[in-house]
């Protein structure tokens, strides 16, 4: 019997209690706490440090990032700009991108300033969430739907699909006039009549 409830004991390590402490539970006695241990791995110390040096390199690589946008922008580089920044797939990048140049400008200058499938990639994160900066979305969606072309030899067969994405989303603000107001404006219901005709 005491070569059990040895063993019974034993089996018993290796649980954790909900504090995840580790405990072994003795016989007719309270859970037996041991010593919280540290992950293996690196230290602490060296962890928070390494996150740091994570961190900066992150604001480091944004800096760099707007400069280098900054410049494309200056130059009147937008399809590099568009695609540099499209590439990376930040809707909230995009977005900066999009209130740092003029939409008619970029849009309805001839001749054209961004390429169809640019065009396209912009239509679609653009259109990905329009919860936030709707009114600012709604706008280059507007002039960007109008230049998609579905007889476009590169573009064209993915027009359709995300087009009828886009309505959905669209259809999806729809039902909640209250919170997205951007649906009783001119804007919004002239690019429903867009995205119909392109639909039809």
């Given at each position: 019997?005491?070569?059990?409830?040895?063993?019974?004991?034993?089996?018993?390590?290796?649980?954790?209690?909900?504090?995840?402490?580790?405990?072994?539970?003795?016989?007719?006695?309270?859970?037996?706490?041991?010593?919280?241990?540290?992950?293996?791995?690196?230290?602490p110390?060296?962890?928070?440090?390494?996150?740091?040096?994570?961190?900066?390199?992150?604001?480091?690589q944004?800096?760099?990032?707007?400069?280098?946008?900054?410049?494309l922008?200056?130059?009147?580089k937008?399809?590099?700009?568009?695609?540099?920044?499209?590439?990376?797939?930040d809707?909230?990048?995009?977005?900066w991108?999009?209130?740092?140049?003029?939409?008619?400008?970029?849009?309805?200058?001839?001749?054209?300033?961004?390429s169809?499938?640019?065009?396209?990639?912009?239509?679609?994160?653009?259109?990905?969430?329009?919860?936030?900066?709707a009114e600012l979305?709604?706008?280059?969606l507007?002039?960007?739907?109008?230049?998609l072309?579905?007889r476009?030899?590169?573009?064209?067969?993915?027009?359709?699909?995300?087009?009828?994405?886009?309505?959905?989303?669209?259809?999806?603000l729809?039902?909640?006039?209250?919170?997205?107001?951007?649906?009783?404006?001119?804007?919004?219901?002239l690019l429903?009549?867009?995205?119909?005709s392109?639909?039809?």
């Amino acid at each position: 019997q005491g070569q059990q409830g040895q063993q019974g004991q034993q089996g018993q390590q290796g649980q954790y209690g909900p504090q995840g402490g580790q405990q072994r539970m003795q016989q007719g006695g309270a859970p037996q706490q041991f010593p919280q241990q540290q992950p293996y791995g690196m230290p602490p110390q060296q962890q928070q440090q390494q996150q740091q040096e994570e961190l900066a390199a992150t604001e480091r690589q944004r800096a760099e990032l707007a400069a280098s946008l900054a410049g494309l922008l200056q130059e009147s580089k937008f399809e590099e700009a568009f695609s540099k920044v499209l590439s990376l797939s930040d809707l909230k990048l995009v977005t900066w991108l999009c209130k740092s140049v003029d939409a008619r400008y970029v849009l309805k200058k001839e001749p054209r300033l961004l390429s169809p499938p640019v065009v396209l990639s912009l239509v679609q994160q653009l259109g990905f969430d329009l919860t936030r900066d709707a009114e600012l979305k709604v706008t280059w969606l507007r002039d960007a739907i109008m230049l998609l072309d579905h007889r476009d030899a590169i573009v064209g067969a993915h027009v359709p699909g995300i087009i009828k994405q886009l309505q959905i989303n669209l259809s999806a603000l729809e039902r909640n006039p209250d919170a997205y107001p951007i649906v009783q404006t001119n804007d919004f219901h002239l690019l429903l009549l867009v995205i119909k005709s392109i639909a039809e």
